[in-house]
């Protein structure tokens, strides 16, 4: 089955980090570029970073530039998303999801709430 | 703000055909993908590519696009589809990011 899982998040004051990964099983992990999604409570979606498959292109939303990196471990089939200097506006439930062809996000994890509060 | 700009809110009647669209600059050189998200749930990719169906997606939805306008139609809608609906595609500044639009509460009356 392919299958996204999430894990990392938590509860973490203004100014403090957290680091969340997906594991990735049932594709080749190696041969797709994968991105992070968030969704603050009752809100929208917002895009957030995406990385390629082999690691040489990456790109961030104006919004975490600066204070979020992303990498993937292709050999442990896994993503990552480092997040330092974490603001209230952070919070969210935070999806990776698989790109493929046009662009599209074909399959998304469960998802893991990160909350920013003092 | 979001560059890709959609209705907050569509109702239809059950069986009857809707429209949801999304706007942006940056549909006129890329696609739109199209997600759908009930409550509680991660998003779905229902419609990509320039009108691509994901395996299990019922026929019922098709999308299309013209100018800086992409739509997603669902033809004889059903109670399942009352979600949230957003459009997905590349920004316009030509620097390869995400940009979702703000959503479409779809309603089935």
């Known amino acids: 089955e392919v299958q996204l899982v999430e894990s990392g998040g938590g509860l973490v004051k203004p100014g403090g980090s957290l680091r969340l990964s997906c594991a990735a099983s049932?594709?080749?992990?190696?041969?797709?570029?994968m991105n992070w999604v968030r969704q603050a409570p009752g809100k929208g979606l917002e895009w957030v970073s995406s990385i390629s498959s082999s690691s040489s292109y990456i790109y961030y939303a104006d919004s975490v530039k600066g204070r979020f990196t992303i990498s993937r471990d292709n050999a442990k089939n896994s993503l990552y998303l480092q997040m330092n200097s974490l603001r209230a506006e952070d919070t969210a439930v935070y999806y990776c999801?698989?790109?493929?062809?046009?662009?599209?996000?074909?399959?998304w994890g469960q998802g893991t709430m990160v909350t920013v509060s003092s | 703000s979001s560059e890709l700009t959609q209705d907050p809110a569509v109702s239809v009647a059950l069986g009857q055909t809707v429209r949801i669209t999304c706007q942006g600059d940056s549909l006129r050189s890329y696609y739109a993908s199209w997600y759908q998200q009930k409550p509680g749930q991660a998003p779905v990719l229902v419609i990509y590519?320039?009108?691509n169906r994901p395996s299990g997606i019922p026929d019922r939805f098709s999308g299309s696009s013209s100018g800086n306008t992409a739509s997603l139609t669902i033809t004889g809608a059903q109670a399942e589809d009352e979600a949230d609906y957003y459009c997905n595609s590349r920004d316009s500044s030509g620097n390869h990011l995400g940009v979702f639009g703000g959503g479409t509460k779809l309603t089935v009356l």
């Open positions: 049932g594709f080749t992990f190696s041969s797709y570029s």
């Open positions: 999801a698989r790109e493929v062809r046009w662009d599209a996000f074909d399959i």
């Open positions: 590519g320039k009108n």
